[in-house]
């Protein structure tokens, strides 16, 4: 059982950068603060270094069962622990997609076996599954994930009487990826009609429309309010979607949330022209003054969350021609790198940094006893050195698929030790030889 003291630390939560000792006993926090006295506890010199909560990532795809060639979950939580995050959910769309309640049961199974990091696992809708969807225990699973827009297999949800069957009978968090097919299918005929099948990467935001995003998201928060229904849409991606966000009412009185991804926040649709397909994702990077009111709306509170769509695929494949290469972007190991990054310019403050990725995930999706550095609560920590710079490379990476849109880059700012649970998990590069995860609960 644990009993260590982390010594020396600035501990960074719910707005504030306090300075002392933190004292972590069994999974939990024992003390927060001060001088504390040693009774037996292993001491570790924190340096002065920053201590905040372990961060949680509201939207992943580790592609177990039935992709595991790209990755698979003790992977990328490992990845997920070198970045920082402590906390994961998982999509549905893996094959076969979690649309039954044995196959979402299934991922949970892999991960008490293999991940290294908490777990929760979406229920996947499609258009005829709302019988196996009204069965899913809201304590126990983060929520149910809608697909209104392109995907594959059966998780398109594109058929009206499903979708007001969905918002209107779920009494669950809905959280949805909105964009318009038709839209997206007219603009692509149209760039085939002008370049045949020689369509360049760059032209992806234009295939993925501002507007394909508006119509959807706008749909979704109409059901939304025509139902009551608890809505959160993932991955805004454009200014004309801000708008449909408020900010004027806590986070937790809010029954429509939103989330941006750090891809949208860091690159935009000049990035083609050197990395082309490896920022090919859904919804698309799209121009300079997109991300730039994304920043902003962050800031103000219109948008709630931040967190990375973590989506990785094979080198070989997305070294494909544009129509044949897969959309998504492995993030999980450098989205807190890259906030950092922003931290340094002076965008954004470290404590409005542990809001967006630490505290807003758990109080939007009610996680119990997690996302604070709190007394009492689990022991998900992570220890970082905000100034020291280093090089992202591929003998650095941890992702399965050993790629990443940022090799050769240098970020200010390194995760030295995450705690899981109270315990270590990984530290200075290295991690530990199997995971200390637990499925994650909600206070519903």
């Not at 029954?255 to 990395?275: G, K, M, N, P, Q």
Request: net charge negative; aromatic share 8%; proline share 3%.
């Amino acid at each position: 059982m644990s009993n260590l003291i982390l010594k020396n630390v600035r501990i960074v939560n719910e707005g504030k950068i306090q300075e002392g000792d933190l004292h972590i006993k069994g999974n939990r926090i024992e003390k927060i603060g001060g001088t504390i006295a040693n009774l037996g506890a292993t001491e570790v010199d924190g340096k002065g270094r920053l201590v905040i909560p372990g961060i949680i990532d509201d939207q992943v795809h580790f592609r177990e069962p039935g992709l595991t060639y790209k990755a698979n979950i003790h992977s990328e939580s490992g990845a997920a622990a070198a970045g920082g995050v402590t906390t994961f959910m998982e999509m549905p769309n893996t094959k076969p997609a979690a649309l039954t309640q044995e196959l979402l049961q299934d991922k949970y199974d892999i991960a008490n076996e293999t991940a290294y990091t908490n777990y929760s696992f979406f229920m996947g809708a499609s258009n005829d599954n709302i019988e196996e969807v009204l069965k899913t225990d809201g304590k126990k699973i983060c929520g149910v994930k809608v697909f209104m827009g392109s995907s594959t297999g059966k998780m398109l949800v594109d058929d009206e009487t499903a979708l007001n069957n969905l918002f209107s009978r779920v009494d669950l968090l809905i959280a949805t990826h909105c964009e318009d097919e038709e839209t997206i299918t007219a603009n692509l005929e149209w760039y085939k009609n002008q370049f045949g099948e020689n369509i360049d990467a760059k032209e992806h935001p234009y295939i993925r429309s501002e507007e394909g995003c508006y119509l959807s998201s706008s749909k979704a928060i109409q059901l939304a309010k025509k139902y009551d229904s608890r809505l959160h849409i993932l991955h805004i991606s454009t200014a004309k979607e801000i708008d449909l966000f408020r900010n004027d009412i806590p986070l937790k009185q809010k029954r429509i949330t939103s989330e941006v991804c750090v891809h949208h926040l860091h690159f935009d649709a000049s990035d083609y022209i050197t990395l082309g397909n490896q920022v090919k994702c859904n919804p698309a990077v799209k121009d300079a003054y997109h991300k730039e009111a994304l920043f902003k709306a962050l800031l103000d509170d219109r948008l709630d969350i931040i967190a990375t769509d973590h989506a990785p695929h094979t080198w070989e494949e997305k070294s494909k021609h544009y129509l044949e290469a897969p959309s998504g972007v492995p993030l999980i190991q450098h989205t807190l790198n890259v906030m950092l990054g922003f931290y340094h310019q002076g965008k954004i403050s470290l404590e409005k940094i542990v809001e967006k990725m630490c505290h807003a995930p758990a109080t939007c999706f009610d996680v119990e006893e997690r996302g604070f550095i709190r007394e009492g609560y689990f022991a998900d920590l992570v220890l970082v050195d905000e100034n020291k710079e280093w090089d992202v490379r591929k003998n650095n990476l941890f992702y399965k698929c050993n790629w990443s849109p940022f090799e050769g880059k240098t970020f200010k700012g390194s995760v030295d030790q995450t705690y899981v649970n109270g315990q270590l998990v990984y530290k200075s590069g290295k991690l530990g030889s199997h995971g200390k995860g637990m499925r994650v609960t909600f206070d519903r």
